[in-house]
């Protein structure tokens, strides 16, 4: 009985994200919480209590850029599901993750581990924990916090080339056509099955949904770096929504990026259907 209420609050949350896409918070934020566990400004709406029926807790949280949680165990297990933003999360003794919006993140009972929102950006998920009272341990040091950061900035050209692809695709997916218009280059080229055209008209087409970039599974990526130019070749499988159709297609996409005034800009994509995955 408790897994099949689990499976009804999961699929509802799960519509809820259709309904509320690029909103931010599903339910209004109550007041900032007080200092004492985190670190920066946290926000947590109380949804819905444990009864005798119910035996879990739901509530939402928001953390601005920079917030987090200090390191903490639920006795009874946690899981969450990030709803907006981007954010970290890390058990104790494994690496630091980053977590975004869609994604579903399980905390075990009783595992040391914390979570908050990236330096730059904010984060909301929707908790679902077993009402025993959180451990609080130890806050979380700026050489943990920061490590992502510093390991960003000792990568090399090719890793950098390919973490902005991989971050290219997740904004296509969320028709995030802000960030995407600071990558693409002024006088970026897409070439389609359907046709060639510039910047202005691929952003249109990403927001309108026109073309939604739905899901890409990345199979195989190679990068060559010329100059202050990279050609990264990407060999894909590609779940999108054309004129209201759901359609999976293999390609080979070839992404061009040159280096303008320290940073990596698009200027090509192209798709080439392949005739097998």
Same mark, same amino acid.
């Given at each position: 009985?408790k ?12 519509? @809820?994200?259709?309904? /509320?896409?690029q909103q ?5 934020k ?13 926000w947590?709406s109380? /949804?819905?209590?444990a ?10 949280? #928001?953390?601005?850029?920079?917030? *987090?949680?200090?390191?903490? +165990? ?9 709803? !907006?933003g981007?954010g970290?999360?890390?058990? *104790?003794?494994?690496? %630091? =993750? #980053? ?5 579903a ?5 009783g ?13 909301t ?11 609080? %341990?130890?806050?979380?040091? !700026? ?5 992502? #950061? &510093?390991?960003?900035? @000792?990568?090399?050209?090719?890793? =950098? +080339? +390919?973490?902005?692809? $991989? ?6 997916? !969320?028709?995030? /056509? ?8 002024? $006088? ?10 510039? &910047?202005? *008209? =691929? %952003? =249109? ?15 195989? /990526?190679?990068v ?6 990279? +050609?990264? %070749?990407? *060999? ?22 040159? $280096? ?18």
């Amino acid at each position: 009985m408790k897994k099949a209420l689990y499976s009804l609050f999961f699929l509802s949350i799960a519509l @809820s994200f259709q309904a /509320v896409a690029q909103q931010g918070n599903i339910f209004p934020k109550e007041a900032k919480g007080a200092n004492v566990h985190h670190v920066g400004d946290v926000w947590l709406s109380h /949804v819905s209590n444990a009864d005798s029926t119910f035996h879990y807790n739901i509530a939402e949280a #928001t953390f601005s850029p920079g917030a *987090r949680l200090d390191w903490h +165990i639920h006795p009874g297990g946690q899981q969450l599901l990030i709803t !907006d933003g981007i954010g970290y999360s890390q058990e *104790r003794n494994k690496p %630091l =993750e #980053t977590v975004r919006k869609g994604d579903a993140l399980k905390c075990p009972p009783g595992v040391e581990h914390w979570h908050g929102a990236t330096p730059d950006t904010w984060f909301t998920y929707v908790a679902v924990t077993e009402p025993q009272p959180t451990k609080w %341990l130890d806050r979380v040091t !700026d050489e943990v916090y920061f490590s992502k #950061t &510093k390991n960003a900035n @000792s990568m090399t050209s090719e890793q =950098e +080339i +390919i973490e902005r692809s $991989k971050q290219k695709w997740q904004w296509m997916a !969320d028709k995030d /056509v802000v960030k995407l218009s600071d990558l693409f280059d002024a $006088k970026a080229k897409f070439v389609h099955m359907g046709g060639t055209w510039g &910047k202005d *008209r =691929e %952003l =249109e087409v990403i927001k309108s949904g026109g073309i939604h970039y739905k899901k890409a599974d990345i199979h195989e /990526v190679s990068v060559e770096i010329l100059g202050n130019t990279a +050609i990264l %070749l990407n *060999r894909i499988t590609l779940l999108a929504v054309v004129g209201g159709n759901e359609v999976t297609n293999p390609f080979q996409v070839t992404e061009v990026y040159v $280096k303008e005034d320290g940073k990596w800009k698009l200027g090509s994509l192209s798709f080439t259907k392949l005739l097998n995955p």
